[in-house]
Structure formats: C-alpha cells, structure tokens
C-alpha cells in the first residue's frame, strides 16, 4: 500500500491547452523568391518599397518563421533593377550583423542560393582564415570584400574589433587613412542587427556608439529622409526590448516601428504555425520528466523528429548517454556550442532524428519539428525564442513546457482556457516569465567609456590629424555637454593620472601616446609599482577590443567524443575529468591542449588569476573564487580600498598621487562586470591542474 502511494506521489501534475492557428498576412505585392512568385509580407513589402521613406532607425518585430530575413536583400535589388540605383545612388550595400558564424553560415547559404544574381560574402573569423591574412592585413581584406560585395554579413565581434583599432594596433606604421574604420561604415547604406535581443545593454550601448562614431567621423552622409544618401539602423528581432525604444527617445533618434501582423484567419494569409498543443508539467527535474515522457516520445518518432531543449550544457551531455541506449534505433544529435569548428551543423540537424540543444536553439536555427520538450529558460525572451522553434508553416505539434517554479500560477491563469490566439497565450506568459533586465541608464556611461577607448587607440594608432579631426567633432557635437561625457572624462582622468606616475618614475615631463606600450615596459625594472598600475590599465582597457565577456577559452580533445574543438576552459574544469595536459606550440604564442573526459561531479572549488582588477602592491587582488564570479562590482570596490588603505598612510609623493587615482578609480565599479575581467588562468585541485 505504501508502494502505491509513493508511486502516486511520483506522477507529476500537468495541464493542456490549444494555441489556435497562425497566419501571417500577406500583402498584393509580389517578388521572386526562390525561383517562385510570391506574395510579400508586411515586413517584405516595406524593405521592397518604402526602404527609401524609413527614418534612420527602424525596429522590426516579427515572429519567429515569417521570413522577415527574406527581406534583407530588396534595397540592394531595387538599386540594380531601376536606371539609375535608388535616388541616382548606383551601388548600394548591406551589411547584416548577426550574433554567431553558425547563423552567419546558414543566412549566407540561403541567400546565396536564392538570390544567385547579388554577391554576397560572409566575413567572419574562419572565412578570413582561408585568405591566410594575419593581423592589419586581416582588415584590408576585410574592406576589399566590402568592396566588391553587394551584401555582407558579419559578426558583432569583427565590427567591435575593428571600431576599437584592434587591428590597426598591428600595422607597421600610423598611415592607415585608407583602411580607417569609417572607409568600411562607408560602404554601406543600411545595416541589419538581426536577434538584437539577445544583446544586453553593453553591447547595444557598442552598436549604438558605432551610430554615433559615422555621425562623428562622416557627418556629411546625414540621414534626409526620402533619401537613400547616409545610412540606416534596422534592429530585428521577434521579442521587441522597450528599453531600445526609450534610448532612442533620449537620444532624440527618429524611428519607426514595423511590426508583422498575425491573425487567426487564413484568407489572404501563409501558415506560420499550425494547431499546437502545449502541456504543462509540474516539474522539478527535467530528465525525470522526459524520461516519464519516454513511451511518447518513442510514438513520434516513427513519424517525426524530437527536439528537447534544456537550460545546462551538463544535462544536455547527461541526458544525450543516458537516451543513445534506450533510442539505439535512432540518431541523436546535440545542437551545443560544444562542437568542433568543422562540425556540419545543418546536416546533423537534419540527419537527426532526436536533437537535444541548448540555448542555442534561441538563435534562428530551423529544426524542422513538430514534438518538443522544453525548459522555458531564465527570461521570457528565451521562451519566446525557443517556443518558436516548433511547428513552423500549416504543420499540427505539440510542445511540453516544465515547470520547476509557481506551476500553481500556470494553472491559475490557464483555468479557464481551452484554446487561445498566439499572441494572447504569448503575453500570459511575458506576466509569468521575468523579462531580461535592461538598464538603458548605463547605456550612456557605456558609450562614453567606448568613446575614449576609440579615441585613445586613433591616437595612439593613427594619423594626428585623424586624432585633431575626432577631438574637434566631439566638440563641435556637443558631446562634452551629454551623458556620455561623465564617463569620457573619467577614463581620462583615470589615464592621465596614470601618465603622471610613469613621468616622475620615467623622470620625463611627458609620456609619448604614440609609444606608450614601449613606456610601459621600461618601467617594469625601474619602479615596480607604477608598472603593476599601468600594466592594470593596459589590460583594462584591452578588454574592450572583445563583444563578449573574457572567458578562458582553450582547445580540447574530447576523448568521449573523439573531437577536437575550443571551449571555455572555465566549464571544463568544473565538468568535466581532465586527463592530459600538453603544450602543442610555444611560438610565436603558447597553446596548450586539454584532454578531457568522463563528466564528473561539478567542482566549484575553483580559483581565477586576473589581470583587470587593481592590484598595485596588492597581489591577493589577482585572485578570485567561483563564488565572487555573482558579485564583481564588490570585489572591484574592495580591491581598490585594499590598495587605497596601504597607499593613504604613505609619506611620499607617489603615495599621495596613487591614493588619488584609487578615488577616481573605484567609480569604474558599476560597469564592472564579467566583459571587463581578463582571466589569465584559472586553477583548481585536479592533479593535473
């Protein structure tokens, strides 16, 4: 008996409803489409026709499956059927930005194949690899394939690279006017930031200042409306962030919203999603749930795919052995980020009979199925995407949501429910899901800081004259008078205080910019600390030369997957058995490989070396635990006052001025997160470690 009522307690309680048809309606207007007539969308339609109308910036939202990246293309159509281009502009550009290679790879493949008369090129890090260009010669090519494309598209990372002179850093001289980042910004008349969502508000405060660099740097190609001269910011996505819209508004950026519409009829409409059935389960661990869900999931397989999506790479690998014994008939595949740069991903997917993902499935991959089990994930942008991926066109499926917290208000607000329209199901659950954070009132102290890091490479990289020439539009622009300001000054203050000390330990009444590299390292035998001061900024401010944060990243052999492939070495070490570790080059720069193996429990006794944290006289401050990771801005307040402390007491001169730069630089705290942390290392008690 008591059997029996334990068994009972197993069961897991879940509820059903319908999410009814939905269309997406279409227009009269037509266009070729792969080789097919076809009828355009509101979102097509718009590109086709009034692209010349839109103001400089335009927001367009449009669900997952609309074909909205179809209309990417029609102003560099237009331009070549018409005479004369559009208004007299012959050759007109694109520039599609897109957040991963592997969505750069697929977009690039389907418009290649269906729109054969456009040339069109990715530019991504392994494409410039197969020119064998290194260093400034990377970005030479990189403008010689603008040059001779119709349509380019790229990565936010390489446009983030360039902005920041990081290739510029490695010509052989300042005479670079031909190749500045402006003569790329030049050759394009619109750019595309396709899943802008999935930035936070550093990196939309990055695309923002690229915005504000072309007004800087080419103000003679303002934005007229009506007019194809300048260029256009069209932010994509299909969950909208008011957050966007309200910085616009304070920056005073004109801007119209075009937003797909999706109805519930069929006439004059295409089939974007069919009938769906979504059950949700009261869940506290998601195996357990698609393992009570294996009798189902073995029925539709014999038709259909399975894609199961879960929120940890771990589970994932867990979950992927765990099922290839009970589906031994079946293919599985996991869609993770944990793949070797060779991997196929498009023909896996489809080989693929089961697919087990990540969030990788939030990015625009289409995996052709009509049955999934999912996490919702952290935001209620992730469920969006994710639910997205489910159904597409006139096919019926069904979509198992776990619950692991507050099921009780699922089935509270879903009591009365039987069917709903998309859209109304899809705003129940924004109220439900937290929304991902976005403060847009750091988004100025963002750009300001990516303002004088700009400036302070084009000094230090460029012609003078291009460094005269930025100073004075900033000026002239009244950027001194905005928000952004704040935070230009204090990266300058923080820098020439720091000049200040390497001239009293250099014994020189200036410190060259030009050659502050080599300035720094004469320091490093002649006085100690005012080198660990530089060196600290140096690295601090080289992290903004990367998009994303500054993970360890290594290369692996896999020896259960038999890959190779780069990874974080930060989840490696706390995932995964680490079995060999051997240095395969030395020169000109040292790669070291990790072999690895079995998973094992997770270890998060773990310790980071860092080089961005203040830690002049201080060494403790190179040192991090796993749990400090959650807490940044307190560890860099604390590593300044530890600094701060030791210095205030000081009776020299260096003392007093070091104890003044710790005041200027503990305000760098609240954009101190993990994009600003350079991890050098990182150790734990493995034996091979």
Known sequence: MLKLFLNLLLIMDSFSIKINPQYVKQTAEKEIIDGRECLLHEVQKRMKLDFEQLPEFTIITAPTGTGKSYAFPFPVLNAKKAPKGIDDVGQVRGLIVLPTNALISELT???????????????????????????????????????????????????????????????????????????????????????????????????????????????????????????????????????????????????????????????NARPIH??????????????????????????????????????KLRDVQELAIELKSTFEEYEIYESTGYVSKEEKHDEKIKAANLIIATNK???????????????????????????????????????????????????????????????????????????????????????????????????????????????????????FKSKDAQRFYLFQNIHKKICGLMSIALKKEKISQTYWDEEVKKLEHRHKRTWEWAVWWKNYIDTYLTFRDGSKVVKI?????????????????QHKVIENIETIQEEPYEIVKYTVGNLKEQDKDIEYTVSTLPNAGTKENN??????????????????????????????KIDELQAELCKEIIKLHSTFSRKRLKIEDIANDDRFM
Not at 130 to 143: A, F, M, P, T
Not at 557 to 569: A, C, F, P, Q, V
Request: proline content about 2%.
């Open 109 to 267: 493949a389907s418009f290649k194949k269906t729109y054969p008369q456009l040339i069109i090129n990715e530019l991504t890090g392994p494409e410039l690899n197969k020119h064998e260009v290194k260093g400034y010669n990377r970005w030479k090519k990189c403008i010689e394939i603008a040059t001779e494309s119709d349509l380019v598209i790229t990565n936010p990372d390489l446009i983030n690279y360039a902005m920041h002179g990081g290739y510029h850093q490695w010509a052989w001289n300042n005479k670079t006017g031909a190749t500045r980042f402006t003569s790329f910004l030049d050759k394009f008349n619109y750019l595309i930031f396709d899943e802008y969502h999935l930035y936070d508000e550093a990196q939309i405060a990055n695309i923002l200042t690229m915005v504000k660099l072309r007004k800087l740097l080419l103000q003679h190609e303002a934005i007229t409306k009506g007019i194809i001269h300048g260029i256009r910011f069209l932010f994509v996505s299909a969950t909208p962030e008011e957050g966007l819209k309200r910085i616009f508004e304070q920056e005073e950026y004109a801007y119209e919203e075009i937003i797909e519409e999706i109805i519930t009829n069929s006439n």
């Open 274 to 311: 069919g009938t769906l059935e979504v059950e949700f389960v009261d869940s506290k661990n998601i195996k357990e749930l698609i393992s009570d869900k294996i009798p189902e999931i073995r029925t539709v397989l014999k038709t259909q795919k399975v894609l199961l999506i879960l929120d």
């Open 361 to 479: 499935a939030e990015v625009g991959v289409n995996y052709d199925v009509e049955y999934c089990i999912m996490q919702p994930g952290k935001y209620y942008q992730n469920f969006v995407q994710r639910f997205g991926r489910v159904s597409r066109g006139d096919l019926e499926g069904k979509v198992v949501v776990s619950i692991n917290k507050s099921y009780s208000k699922y089935k509270r607000i879903f009591k009365e429910v039987s069917s709903i329209n998309y859209y109304d199901f899809l705003e129940l659950m924004r109220r439900q899901l937290q929304g991902k954070a976005f403060y847009e009132k750091r988004v100025p102290m963002y750009m300001g800081e990516y303002i004088w890091c700009i400036s302070n490479r084009i000094r230090r990289h460029q012609e003078y004259d291009v460094s005269q020439y930025f100073q004075r539009r900033l000026t002239e622009t009244d950027f």
């Open 557 to 573: 052999y896999d020896r259960i997957k038999g890959e190779e492939l780069d990874y974080s070495l930060d989840w490696i070490l």
């Open 623 to 652: 040192y991090l635990k796993y749990s400090e990771m959650f807490e940044l801005d307190k560890v860099f307040k604390k590593s300044v006052q530890n600094i701060y402390d030791k210095r205030r007491k000081g009776v020299e």
